[in-house]
């Protein structure tokens, strides 16, 4: 029969023939393998355990953590003075909204390249992306959330972007408004043209470039100074 042939000529090839035979060594059953595997997990938990590290399920939290931590450095953000324990790697922004909570700085690209991350540093605008935050140890730090009093009233430029409609999404908005503010305070809003040219740096994937170029002209005045 073409089966039992078939059979024959792999069995002639060295092929392992099922039934026929101790079974080779190198075979393993589902089931052996399922135990091997358990065996092999339960030797690496206990050899973390022997280094002193230790395994917990989700909601035992391990009691004593190990942190990333490697060093703690104080900032001043919108006039309040707080340290914070940092990885030397992180960005300025990511420590302002994760570990400090202010969101008002936007991850735009990452990159430098689209002005939603920008907050002033000592008076001066930076992209917070590209700023590590061990640079801004002990100096000042303002964000949209510092830019006017909580209960007080908007700052000029943040009325003047509501009264000239110069947002849509709203997501570039506050690095719009903190790079404004700071063009203001460069002295480099004498023009529409100049206004343009020093909010290069600032994306607005919507497009409303001519609504906060009037708004800037319009609170440029009431803004000097500030």
Do not use: W
Not at 42 to 53: D, N, R, V
Not at 64 to 91: C, H, K, M, Q, Y
Not at 122 to 138: H, I, M, P, Y
């Amino acid at each position: 029969m073409p089966l039992v042939g078939a059979q024959a000529k792999r069995d002639a090839a060295g092929a392992p023939n099922i039934g026929a035979g101790p079974r080779p060594a190198s075979l393993l059953t589902r089931r052996e393998f399922t135990a091997g595997s358990i065996a092999a997990a339960t030797a690496a938990a206990g050899g973390l355990s022997a280094l002193g590290i230790t395994c917990s399920a989700p909601g035992n939290p391990v009691s004593d953590p190990v942190t990333n931590a490697d060093a703690t450095i104080r900032l001043i953000v919108n006039g309040a003075s707080t340290e914070v324990g940092i990885d030397l790697r992180s960005s300025l922004l990511d420590v302002l909204r994760e570990q400090l909570q202010l969101t008002g700085a936007k991850k735009g690209c990452d990159h430098g390249q689209c002005g939603a991350c920008t907050v002033h540093l000592d008076g001066r605008r930076v992209a917070s992306c590209l700023t590590f935050a061990v640079q801004a140890d002990g100096r000042e730090i303002t964000t949209i959330e510092g830019l006017s009093p909580k209960d007080g009233p908007l700052h000029p430029m943040q009325q003047a972007f509501i009264d000239q409609d110069a947002l849509q999404c709203g997501y570039c908005t506050p690095g719009q408004i903190m790079a404004a503010v700071a063009c203001v305070r460069e002295g480099n809003a004498g023009s529409a043209e100049q206004i343009r040219e020093y909010m290069s740096g600032n994306l607005c994937r919507c497009g409303a470039y001519s609504a906060i170029v009037a708004a800037i002209q319009q609170a440029a005045p009431a803004s000097e100074g500030t």
